[in-house]
């Protein structure tokens, strides 16, 4: 088979390109051969291209030869884009076999006299897109002396009883929570605007597969930074660095199977489920969008389904509340010191922007908040009043789960 590639090398692309020549052997023995190279090739992500000439006569497309081997094309997800004859004989051998889930190219078919054989041209889209960047606000965390935080928090307003009277609400007392922990960290690690490169981890890339990298990066940095001119230090950074290169490399493997082979077998009594897994693993994840389907389309279906939602419960009785026991008041409830330092140790050490302070320094400091935080939700017990405050929700949920009055 004759083939022409040309692409300016402007993006770095990725693609799987597998050519195949089959010599004049049994049709079994490249059957079983081509077949593995299909059950390796089909599991990228990347688009995959089956090219070559392959000695089988594609045309005419009832031979049992023919039928048999772009059956095996289609279970593997893939079909044949040549439909005229590739040899002076006029028979169809060469083939351009893509994914069928991606728009066919266009494969031009030229006799430029080299070759028995036709030149076969087509066009692969393997420009990768821009990848996306996003500004944030972040604080240097690493930066920050623990020590002198604990003390800036214990000579604040939170830990001064006093001050804590000066607030008229629920509100101010929150808002001055606020205020204090926002000024200690912007005098201690002042915030900053950073761009960064968005690009979401795999689901199997856990805190081991991080610390690992951590570890590979740091050593390559060491090696990186060693005198060449030392032969022997540079000759054993190199291999330490590859050495827990490697290791890097095989736990990624290791993470990466474990986890398919655990969502597989918790999966396998949802077949739906299952199979939207296997489309992720595979790339397939996602239905191609249709250029059939315009914004008045998709705004129609949405007005019927809510119009035929209201037509369905048009008839349906009007909802019941039940109504609360007599004597059921959280004027009662009050939390004690102990409460809320069990109740900040069993947070998970997740967080959001919104969180003034991370998880893990309010764990670090509970036993000096946690004074100003019994004040605070007794208040808000007290009046019946809950502001707009995560930790508070976490703590109100914590006490009724032990079965406190």
């Known amino acids: 088979m004759c083939s022409s590639v040309h692409r300016p090398v402007r993006h770095v692309v ?23 190279v299909l059950d390796r090739v089909v599991t990228f992500i990347d688009p995959v291209y089956i090219v070559g000439d392959i000695n089988v006569r594609l045309d005419p497309s009832d031979e049992a030869t023919a039928m048999h081997l772009v059956e095996v094309l289609s279970d593997h997800g893939l079909a044949c884009r040549v439909s005229s004859p590739t040899h002076d004989r006029g028979s169809l051998l060469d083939i351009v076999a893509t994914r069928d889930d991606l728009p066919p190219p266009a494969v031009d078919i030229e006799d430029v006299g080299l070759s028995d054989h036709r030149l076969l041209r087509w066009s692969a889209p393997l420009h990768r897109p821009s990848p996306p960047y996003f500004t944030m606000t972040t604080r240097p965390w690493r ?25 008229a609400s629920i509100d101010d007392l929150v808002q001055l929570y606020d205020d204090e922990i926002t000024a200690i960290l912007d005098r201690l690690i002042p915030a900053r605007t950073v761009t960064r490169r ?48 490697r290791s890097y490399r095989l736990l990624l493997q290791q993470k990466r199977e474990e986890f398919w082979k655990n969502k597989v077998d918790s999966e396998r009594c949802t077949p739906r489920r299952l199979w939207q897994s296997v489309d992720k693993l595979l790339g397939r994840g996602r239905v191609p969008l249709s250029d059939s389907i315009d914004a008045d389309t998709l705004h129609s279906f949405f007005d019927e389904k809510v119009a035929g939602v ?17 004597g059921c ?77």
Do not use: M
């Not at 930066?143 to 804590?164: G, H, K, M």
């Not at 991370?358 to 939700?377: G, Q, Y």
């Open 14 to 36: 990725r693609c799987s390109t597998g050519v195949q020549t089959r010599v004049r052997s049994c049709y079994v023995n490249f059957l079983r051969r081509f077949t593995d």
């Open 143 to 167: 930066e920050l002396d623990t020590d002198v935080l604990r003390a800036a928090i214990q000579s604040s307003p939170i830990c001064c009883p006093e001050r804590w009277k000066e607030c």
């Open 198 to 245: 968005q690009s979401p981890s795999d689901p199997w890339f856990d805190e081991d597969c991080r610390a690992a990298k951590r570890r590979v990066r740091a050593l390559e940095r060491t090696y990186r930074r060693v005198d060449p001119n030392d032969s022997a230090a540079a000759a054993t950074a190199v291999a330490a660095w590859k050495f827990v290169l």
């Open 310 to 326: 209201r037509a369905e419960t048009n008839d349906a009785p009007p909802p019941i509340f039940v109504r609360v026991r007599s």
């Open 329 to 405: 008041s959280f004027t009662d409830f009050r939390l004690v010191t102990a409460d809320v330092v069990a109740a900040v140790g069993a947070l998970s050490d997740k967080q959001c922007t919104s969180d003034h302070l991370s998880t893990r320094l309010l764990k670090d400091n509970i036993d000096i908040i946690a004074p100003f935080l019994v004040e605070l939700f007794n208040w808000s017990l007290s009046t019946g009043w809950l502001c707009t405050y995560c930790i508070q929700v976490s703590l109100y949920h914590t006490a009724f789960e032990k079965g406190r009055p």
